[in-house]
């Protein structure tokens, strides 16, 4: 089984290195490949990539030309080049614990079509800023109790999900909203799904992408179509 794990990067200089070490002593024996898509980075996060990449094979390093800054874009685009028959996607910053990846795999089955990590269920961990915490619990609530759907953690961008699966949703988000739009229109399109509680931390380095007022219209444009 071959696992693609989508990383989109945007001046993570501080980060990529950490989370490569991590995901390699993570994922030992296991058949993977890392497909990160520079986001437009100013920093040195590009040359990093490029330079470990030559090195490490299963490493590969997508960048953007010609297209939007955004992660939902950066997420189909290494969609579009990954190899695996199982998708995983999660964040550079590190906020996502690579160790949470062996939850996922161990959960994996023939009948699964997706697997979400969740900040929410009762044995998750969730290390994160109060307002940031607040504000992600309230609009998970609010999408829950307005699509009537049982997952406890509907932005979640940290999962697992078959391949083929995948390309039938048709994503169109281009942003953070990606990560409801996925999980949503799994829901509604009868795959089966089981959730997990992961280890959700605050960045250690680095300066977050996250705008809370462009988060709430991308996500409000989501819920009126």
Do not use: C, W
């Not at 993977?32 to 920093?43: A, G, N, P």
């Not at 969730?126 to 997952?151: A, C, D, E, G, T």
């Not at 509680?197 to 680095?206: E, L």
């Amino acid at each position: 089984m071959m696992l693609s794990i989508i990383i989109p990067v945007r001046n993570e200089e501080k980060n990529v290195i950490p989370l490569i070490q991590k995901l390699e002593n993570v994922l030992k024996q296991k058949n993977y490949e890392l497909i990160f898509i520079d986001d437009y980075s100013t920093d040195g996060t590009l040359s990093y990539l490029r330079k470990i990449s030559r090195k490490k094979t299963f490493i590969r390093v997508i960048q953007k030309k010609n297209q939007k800054i955004g992660v939902g874009i950066s997420i189909k685009l290494g969609i579009s080049h990954s190899k695996g028959k199982f998708i995983l996607t999660m964040d550079a910053d590190l906020s996502h614990n690579p160790l949470d990846i062996l939850k996922f795999l161990d959960e994996l089955d023939e009948d699964t079509d997706l697997i979400v990590g969740s900040r929410y269920l009762e044995k998750s961990k969730y290390i994160m800023h109060n307002p940031r915490k607040i504000l992600s619990k309230l609009f998970n609530l609010f999408l829950k109790l307005l699509f009537r759907v049982p997952l406890s953690d509907i932005t979640s961008g940290f999962r697992l999900i078959k391949k083929e699966k995948l390309l039938k949703l048709q994503l169109e988000a281009e942003n953070f909203d990606i990560h409801p739009e996925l999980n949503l229109k799994a829901i509604f399109s009868h795959f089966k799904i089981k959730e997990i509680p992961i280890v959700f931390s605050q960045r250690q380095r680095g300066k977050s992408k996250l705008n809370y007022f462009q988060m709430f219209f991308y996500y409000l444009k989501l819920i009126l179509k």
